[in-house]
C-alpha cells in the first residue's frame, strides 16, 4: 500500500474555492489510478473524481460536474483537486486514494487499497 497524504483543506465561505493536493513520497503517482472521495456526516462515503493513470480518461460525479476538476503535477508527484463554486453541501472530509491501473473503472472506495487520512473542507458563512 501507498502511503498518501492529503492536504489543502480548510474553511470557506460558499462560492469560494478551494484546492487540495494528494501526495506520495514513495512511488511515482503519474502511474496509477487516483481517487477523490469524501464523506459528510452521517453519510457514505462517494467518489467523485477518479483519474486513470493509464490513458488519463476521467470520471465526475454529477454532483461536481462543471466545479470540480483534477490534475495531475508529476514532476511534484501530486495530485490536485480544485474545488470551484463551492456549495454547503461541500462540506465533508475528502480523501484521495491510489490502485495500480484497473481493467475494470469504478469510482468505489472499494477498488481503492491506498488511502490518505483524509483533510476537512468545511463550506459556511
Known amino acids: 500500500q501507498l502511503q498518501l497524504v492529503e492536504s489543502g483543506g480548510d474553511l470557506v465561505q460558499p462560492g469560494g474555492s478551494l484546492r487540495l493536493s494528494c501526495t506520495s513520497s514513495?512511488?511515482?503517482?503519474?502511474?496509477?489510478?487516483i481517487g477523490w472521495f469524501r464523506q459528510a456526516p452521517g453519510k457514505e462515503r462517494e467518489g467523485i473524481i477518479c483519474t486513470y493513470g493509464r490513458d488519463g480518461d476521467t470520471y465526475y460525479a454529477d454532483s461536481v460536474k462543471g466545479r470540480f476538476t483534477v490534475s495531475r503535477d508529476n514532476a511534484k508527484n501530486t495530485v490536485y483537486l480544485q474545488m470551484n463554486s463551492l456549495q454547503f453541501e461541500d462540506t465533508a472530509v475528502y480523501s484521495c486514494?491510489?490502485?495500480?491501473?484497473?481493467?475494470?473503472?469504478?469510482?468505489?472506495?472499494?477498488?481503492?487499497?491506498?488511502w490518505g487520512q483524509g483533510t476537512q473542507v468545511t463550506v459556511s458563512s
Open positions: 486514494a491510489a490502485d495500480p491501473p484497473a481493467t475494470f473503472r469504478l469510482c468505489v472506495p472499494g477498488v481503492f487499497s491506498s
Open positions: 514513495e512511488f511515482a503517482l503519474d502511474h496509477y489510478d
